[in-house]
């Protein structure tokens, strides 16, 4: 998982200087016009909104690769058995006797 985030990062990072040069690039070029033509109009916005949802995705990734938020339910992530599940739910009143008795012969055999 960090070779995978470490090339997504590198290409971001790359991805993001080759953005800039072209940024660089096209000041220079329309500097002495006042009007970018249809081009500008359409595909600056498009260029707008994507690389804000790869600087999203990005930070996301960032998240979860660094540990964010977990979805495990805490009886999975405490490492209980079934055995001890089945006696908290009876404990809790979720299953009746019979019912705690009968999954319990279950787990067992």
């Known amino acids: 998982m960090r070779k995978y985030f470490l090339g997504l990062a590198v290409f971001w990072a790359v991805n993001m200087s080759v953005a800039a040069s072209l940024a660089q690039e096209a000041e ?19 260029m707008m909104v994507f690389w804000l ?3 999203v995705a990005v930070i996301v990734l960032v998240v979860r690769a660094l540990g964010g938020i977990m979805h495990h339910s805490p009886s999975a992530a405490s490492g209980n058995s079934a055995l001890d599940i089945l006696k908290e ?10 019912e705690f008795e009968e999954a319990k012969k279950l787990i067992e055999d």
């Open 53 to 55: 949802a790869v600087s």
């Open 89 to 98: 739910r009876f404990a809790r009143g979720d299953i009746t006797k019979q």
């Open 28 to 46: 220079r070029y329309y500097s002495g016009h006042m009007n970018m033509g249809w081009g500008g109009w359409v595909l600056g916005p498009i």
